[in-house]
């Protein structure tokens, strides 16, 4: 069975940190992080290209960091400096083997004071 799950989440003050987690199963592989703020469109956040390079978003770039176990079956996002803004659902993504695109079931990060 082809399965993302993520964990890891919480809640935090503005100015710490969370590390996320997501453990792949079955043919699939994980391209990286989605967010989706209260009211607003999922966004990307972090992952790999189609060429293997880690990109980021703007706005998380200096305090966000995208790793990978060596098979790449799990994924991490290190959040440091959490701001209020951050607060979001966040998803991990993957690719199975037809190349559709694969979500976990999400874990809520809250940032507030």
């Known amino acids: 069975q082809v399965q993302l799950v993520e964990s890891g989440g919480g809640l935090v003050q503005p100015g710490g940190s969370l590390r996320l987690s997501c453990a792949a199963s079955g043919s699939i592989l994980v391209m990286g992080w989605y967010r989706q703020p209260p009211g607003k469109e999922r966004e990307f956040v972090a992952g790999f290209t189609r060429g293997g390079s880690t990109v980021y978003a703007d706005s998380v770039k200096g305090r966000f960091t995208f790793s990978t176990d060596n098979a790449r079956n799990t994924v991490y996002l290190q959040m440091n400096s959490l701001k209020p803004e951050d607060t979001a659902v966040y998803y991990c993504?993957?690719?199975?083997?037809?190349?559709?695109?694969?979500w976990g079931q999400g874990t809520q990060v809250t940032v507030s004071s």
């Open positions: 993504n993957g690719l199975n083997a037809g190349a559709y695109n694969v």
